[in-house]
């Protein structure tokens, strides 16, 4: 998406949609890693991750010396959140992060899993 002057380019969003709650958690936690704000991202942690994924995480990344919410140790230049399925309580999006830019950029999925009774972000693996 631009910020150019004039653009067209709307967002919108609701706290009743995990889906939209997803987009807002990758998008506030790229900006709190990428601009160095100090505890902003695990507060964001605290507030859209249910305890159990943070504890996995933890261990995750403690194995893998990377930051498990991005599964990278770089921050990516953008970021985009899909719906992709919903069932037995859960909700599971998509995420693409961009790694790069022109036609070297790289991209990395994820498959999120949300909780439709709290949206709290429930797990976190490398997609497809």
């Known amino acids: 998406m631009s910020d150019t002057p ?3 380019a709307v967002r919108t969003g609701s706290p009743d949609s995990a889906v939209d709650r ?9 900006d709190a890693v990428s601009d160095g704000t100090d505890d902003l991202g695990e507060e964001l942690r605290a507030h859209y991750l249910t305890e159990d994924l943070r504890q ?3 261990a995750w990344e ?9 599964r990278a140790q770089d921050v990516p230049i953008a970021w985009e959140v899909r719906y992709h399925d919903s069932g037995a309580g859960h909700l599971f ?36």
């Not at 997803?22 to 790229?30: C, K, P, S, T, V």
């Not at 403690?62 to 991005?70: C, I, R, T």
């Not at 961009?98 to 997609?127: C, N, Y």
Request: aromatic residues 6%.
């Open 6 to 8: 004039g653009g067209n």
């Open 22 to 30: 997803a987009a807002d958690f990758y998008g506030a936690y790229i």
């Open 56 to 58: 996995r995480l933890a």
């Open 62 to 70: 403690e194995v893998n010396h990377a930051d498990g919410v991005l």
């Open 93 to 128: 999006t998509t995420i693409t992060l961009t790694w790069g830019s022109g036609p070297d950029a790289g991209h990395t999925r994820l498959a999120v899993q949300s909780d439709l009774s709290t949206k709290l972000i429930s797990d976190i693996e490398d997609g497809a």
